[in-house]
C-alpha cells in the first residue's frame, strides 16, 4: 500500500494550517527531550520567532542505559500541549507502548516510532489503528526494504498518515555518530508515495556539519528536516554533545534558508 505503483500521489500530511509533503519542505525542531515547561517555552518561543511551525520533544526516551534520564512520561506530552497551544505550533513526540498510542492523540499532532521501535510490530499495529500522522524512523540497522514494511505494517491497519524519517544507519565509519544514508531520500521518494524527512541530529551527531548534510537532504528531495534545539545544551539530560543552542539553531536555519531550498 505505501508503494508509488500502488499510489502515484505524494501523500500530503495536514496538521492544521501546516503542509508536510507534495510540496515546501518543512523544518522541524525542538529539544531532545521534554525536561521541564520553562524549558520547552523557551525553545518555542525562539522557534516562533523565526518562523517554526513544527516542534519535536521527547516525553518518552528510548535510552541505552536505564540509569539515564527516562523522560518525563505523560507530564511530558502535557507540558507540549500547552506550551504548543500557547504559541500555535504543531508538536511530535515519540510513543514507545502500544498503550499510550490513543492516549498520546489527545496530547500531540504526530506520533514518532523511533528508530529502536522500528520493527516494535505491536507499535506499529497500534499506530495503524489510530488516525494521528505517524512519523516512522529508520532502524538503527534496517535495510530501505524493512523500513518500507514497518511503514506498511501502519498503512495495513488503515492510518494513511505517515512520514519516513532516515536517521542515519550503523555502519564502521565513526567520524559521524550514524552514517547518514542520503540515497535513502531518492529510493524513498520513488518507491513510496509517503513524505520523506531527515534527522540531521541523530544521523550526523555533529553540529559544525548539519547544515550542509540538511541541504543535501532537501537537494535529494527530502519533504523536511529535523533537528534539535536545547536552550542550554550543556546541561542537557540527553543528547547534550549534538543539540544546538538557540544562536545556532538560528545560525543553521539561516544557512539552510539561504540555500534556497527549503
Ligand atoms: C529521537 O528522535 O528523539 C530519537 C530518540 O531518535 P532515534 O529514535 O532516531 O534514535
Ligand atoms: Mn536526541
Known sequence: L???KKKAEDTVIQLGDVTIGGGKPVMIAGPCSVESYEQVRTVAA???????TVMRGGA???????YDFQGLGIEGLKILKE????????????IVDPAHIELACDYID???????NMQNFELLKAAGDVRTPILLKRGLAATIDEFVHAAEYILSRGNTQIM???RGIRTYEKATRNTLDISAVPILKQETHLPVLVDV???TGRKDIMA?????????????????VHPDPATALSDAAQQFNIPQFQEFYNQVKGSGLL
Do not use: N, W, Y
Not at 504526530?110 to 529502536?116: D, F, L, P, S
Open 2 to 4: 505505501v508503494s508509488r
Open 46 to 52: 525562539a522557534l516562533k520567532e523565526a518562523g517554526i
Open 60 to 66: 518518552f526516551k528510548p535510552r541505552t542505559s536505564p
Open 83 to 94: 506550551v504548543a497551544s500557547e504559541f500555535g505550533l504543531k508538536t511530535i513526540s515519540e
Open 110 to 116: 504526530v506520533i514518532q516510532i523511533g528508530a529502536r
Open 164 to 166: 519516513l524519517i532516515e
Open 201 to 203: 541530529t541523530h544521523s
Open 212 to 228: 550542509p548534510c540538511a541541504k543535501a537532504a532537501l537537494a535529494a528531495g527530502a519533504d523536511g528536516v529535523m533537528v534539535e
